[in-house]
């Protein structure tokens, strides 16, 4: 088992702006807007998708987001969440 003491908070936010390109380009892809994908996860407006997307003022996807966003977008929550 490892310990992540040594987890910077740069990686961190990497991984994160990682899952959020990872989430735009699939939405794209499935051409499906922010607007459409905020509703289909209970949001009633684009403003968390947005910055999820970009990881702007921190804001990040829950693993329960990503979850029903694969299921929306028909993928795999592997291409969502990168190694």
């Known amino acids: 088992m ?4 040594d987890l910077t908070p740069a990686e961190l936010e990497n991984f994160y702006r990682d899952i959020g390109k990872n989430v735009k380009n699939a939405r794209k892809e499935k051409k ?5 994908l905020a509703l289909a996860i209970g949001h009633n407006s684009v403003g968390h998708i947005a910055k999820a997307e970009l990881y702007k003022y921190e ?3 829950s693993l ?3 979850f029903k966003i694969s299921r929306i977008l ?10």
Not at 32 to 36: A, D, K
Not at 74 to 83: A, F, M, Q, T, Y
């Open 32 to 36: 499906i807007s922010q607007m459409q």
């Open 59 to 61: 804001k990040h996807f």
């Open 74 to 83: 028909d993928i795999s929550l592997h291409d969502l969440i990168p190694e």
């Open 2 to 5: 490892h310990i992540l003491n």
């Open 64 to 66: 329960e987001q990503l």
